[in-house]
């Protein structure tokens, strides 16, 4: 399991205090990796305070080139930029190297060649030690292959994407190209925004503070009648096998070739320890097979 660290200093708005709190049970109850993103708030300020000399005890991955906020800020994948802001990211997380360091988004506006060139020399540098992507397409990951291929660069080693148990999508292209080049993948929002919780109800709506209660572009395409009854029908599965909900959506991911950590977020320490605790079930074949034919019913109809 690694820890998600958009919570810090940004989403839930956590203080530094409130934040030492999840980071220091993180590495309590043995989670070494954790994802940040230079455009997470103060997050990367936080990590960098609150490790400290732990920083070198774990895998410290975060990103650079999101999609551009209202102001432009944070955005691009050019060389000049990459170059400016991963100073700006040692600067914040109080470290001299990036264990791993990733896209954010794909650019338009950006060659793959000019991006690649740029993390090359990061690389070469001792700046950062390994390249990710996040949010490719299959397309966009097989030119980038290609280019470093061609000009003999770094490539990517890793691509961060959503993959859960309710968000499957990327299983049709970019998980076979993932481990056909033999990548790891690090999926995020694991518990699909909170519907892998349990705690959302049919006919309820979300409940305020949770990404469901607050975001209606999510409420709106996880909160419907299908996703409800998949979600029963999980629970009952996993629960007639002594396991919980949370216990099956990590392990579940954990269980596919291709994953190597699941990037979990948390604003408790109670949370944090749950999440950890909750990645050893090892499932059997036929479990595989029944949970894949639940979710990918397409009516509810179809899980009787």
């Not at 989403?11 to 990796?33: C, W």
């Not at 650079?64 to 170059?83: C, D, H, M």
């Not at 990548?183 to 929002?189: A, G, H, K, N, T």
């Not at 977020?265 to 639940?294: C, F, H, Y």
Request: charged share 25%.
């Amino acid at each position: 399991m690694g820890l998600g660290c958009n919570n810090f200093g940004y989403v839930a708005n956590m203080d530094v205090a409130a934040s030492r709190l999840a980071i220091d049970k993180a590495i309590e109850v043995g989670i070494t990796f954790f994802d940040t993103s230079d455009s997470y708030g103060a997050s990367e300020d936080i990590l960098g305070e609150v490790l400290g000399e732990r920083r070198k005890n774990i895998v410290l991955a975060t990103k650079v080139g999101s999609k551009p906020n209202a102001l432009g800020e944070k955005s691009g994948a050019s060389r000049g930029y990459i170059l400016a802001e991963v100073e700006e990211s040692l600067r914040r997380l109080r470290t001299d190297y990036i264990d791993l360091y990733q896209i954010h988004y794909p650019d338009p506006k950006t060659t793959i060649e000019e991006t690649l060139r740029a993390f090359d020399d990061l690389v070469k540098h001792g700046k950062v030690r390994y390249i990710g992507c996040s949010n490719f397409t299959a397309a966009q990951m097989e030119e980038a292959r290609t280019t470093a291929e061609k000009h003999q660069l770094h490539s990517f080693v890793s691509s961060q994407d959503e993959y859960s148990l309710l968000a499957r999508d990327i299983e049709r292209e970019l998980l076979p190209l993932v481990e056909k080049c033999k990548m790891s993948e690090l999926p995020y929002f694991p518990l699909a925004s909170g519907m892998l919780t349990g705690k959302h109800k049919r006919g309820q709506p979300g409940a305020k503070g949770t990404r469901l209660g607050d975001k209606q572009f999510l409420a709106d395409r996880f909160l419907h009648e299908t996703n409800y009854a998949k979600v029963e029908r999980l629970e009952r599965f996993a629960k007639e096998r002594g396991h919980s909900l949370l216990e099956l959506a990590f392990s579940w991911l954990l269980s596919r070739p291709a994953v190597a950590s699941v990037i979990a977020g948390a604003t408790k320490p109670e949370q944090v320890e749950a999440n950890a605790k909750a990645a050893g079930w090892m499932l059997s074949a036929e479990e595989m097979a029944e949970v894949d034919r639940i979710t990918s019913a397409t009516a509810v109809g179809e899980l009787v």
